[in-house]
């Protein structure tokens, strides 16, 4: 078995990506609409189209516009318990991404005010059980990594943004939970915590309704993911609030399992596979790997 780390993973094999956030929504942009006449315009003496010169020079210049007007979304360190009792709060309002989101965003409003006041938090309402209801990527983690991404959102950085949002995965994938407990529960149940060893909505929530012995339909599946919501908004604050910090966080590796399926499925093998996440819950085999 090679050794590797998660430099040599996230260079050689590339990073799930995380929810992409667009600041500045309906800023006007330049016109790049062109006729009918324009796509049918001759060809130039190079072989290009005459159409894709003319609209090079106007995308060009709308990536410029984009890129001065980009705000500040400098992150400065939140207090991990309040944002958790927050999200929990919010979580009626729009489920597990929005919580999560809009508790760090508010929190972060309440410190420093603009841009984050003017932050468009009801777009995060999407990632509602796995996105849209269709049970994939986890709100939680979708949430945490959209704010990874807008504090860390530079071209030049990274490497630094995926490995927090390893760090998120990886903590989402291994450990048990639910453990937060808010202030005043919704719903003054014992909740079980349990180990989702996957990023994705269905199999997280399965895991827990077989170790809960509850349907995924049922008050205490709701209140579950609503007090996961909640230790989500703290995890990504402490994670955050270490790099702020300039703190050096534990190293968290993928899986012995997942290197191997890499080193055979990965680029140096097959290449037919691009990932980083736990393979085992979906691919699970009766006899010996094909």
Not at 11 to 28: D, I, K, P, T, Y
Not at 140 to 158: K, M, P
Request: charged share 20%; glycine share 10%; aromatic share 6%.
């Amino acid at each position: 078995m090679h050794k590797f780390n998660r430099r040599h993973v996230l260079a050689s094999l590339g990073m799930m990506g995380g929810s992409a956030l667009l600041s500045g929504c309906g800023r006007q942009g330049p016109d790049l609409s062109i006729s009918a006449k324009e796509i049918d315009g001759s060809q130039t003496a190079g072989g290009h189209s005459a159409v894709a010169e003319e609209t090079a020079q106007p995308a060009s210049q709308a990536v410029q516009q984009l890129a001065s007007g980009q705000q500040d979304w400098t992150y400065l360190p939140l207090d991990p318990e309040r944002v958790g009792q927050l999200a929990y709060d919010i979580y009626p309002k729009g489920s597990c991404m929005y919580s999560v989101v809009g508790s760090v965003i508010m929190q972060a409003a309440e410190k420093v005010g603009e841009p984050f006041r003017s932050f468009p938090i009801d777009m995060m309402r999407f990632g509602a059980v796995g996105i849209g209801g269709w049970g994939s990527t986890c709100g939680v983690v979708n949430g945490c990594c959209a704010l990874i991404g807008l504090f860390h959102s530079g071209l030049e950085i990274r490497q630094k943004r995926e490995e927090l949002m390893a760090d998120i995965c990886l903590w989402y994938e291994s450990a048990s939970l639910p453990n937060f407990q808010p202030e005043n529960p919704a719903q003054d149940v014992e909740i079980a915590s349990s180990v989702s060893q996957s990023v994705l909505c269905h199999v997280s929530s399965g895991a827990w309704c077989k170790a809960s012995g509850c349907d995924a339909f049922s008050i205490e599946r709701r209140e579950r993911c609503r007090r996961l919501s909640a230790e989500g908004a703290v995890k990504v604050v402490e994670v955050l609030n270490a790099e702020a910090n300039g703190q050096l966080r534990e190293f968290v590796d993928i899986t012995p399992e997942v290197h191997s399926c890499n080193e055979c499925h990965g680029k140096a093998g097959q290449a037919d596979s691009l990932g980083m996440m736990n393979c085992m819950p979906c691919h699970q085999f009766e006899t010996a790997h094909p």
